[in-house]
């Protein structure tokens, strides 16, 4: 959700340090792509800007804001299912990690 005014990256920066109390700056993101196909979410209309931040191993993840749980998984051992399109946004983000 953007506050206004508000970049994607700089949402991103905010909404990932809401949710699990990490924060990074905005200049080390890294663009993975948009989702925006109608129907996505059957919630309604959204579109999802998705960037990929590199962090240190031991770092921590504490749910706030309204996220009920917060924690880190191995791609290779994923909760399933996951929502919508969100595997294809995964998929994406691990063909970019070099």
Do not use: N
């Not at 931040?53 to 309204?66: E, H, I, R």
């Not at 191995?74 to 970019?96: E, K, M, R, V």
């Amino acid at each position: 959700m953007f506050h206004e005014g508000e970049t994607s990256r700089a949402a991103a920066v905010r909404e990932l340090e809401e949710e699990t109390g990490v924060h990074v700056a905005e200049d080390t993101l890294r663009l993975i792509g948009v989702w925006d196909q109608p129907g996505r979410d059957p919630r309604g209309r959204y579109v999802t800007v998705a960037y990929l931040a590199t962090l240190p191993a031991d770092t921590q993840a504490t749910a706030g804001d309204d996220a009920r749980d917060a924690r880190w998984w191995p791609l290779t051992d994923l909760p399933q299912p996951l929502a919508f399109d969100h595997a294809d946004i995964l998929t994406a983000a691990a063909a970019s990690i070099p």
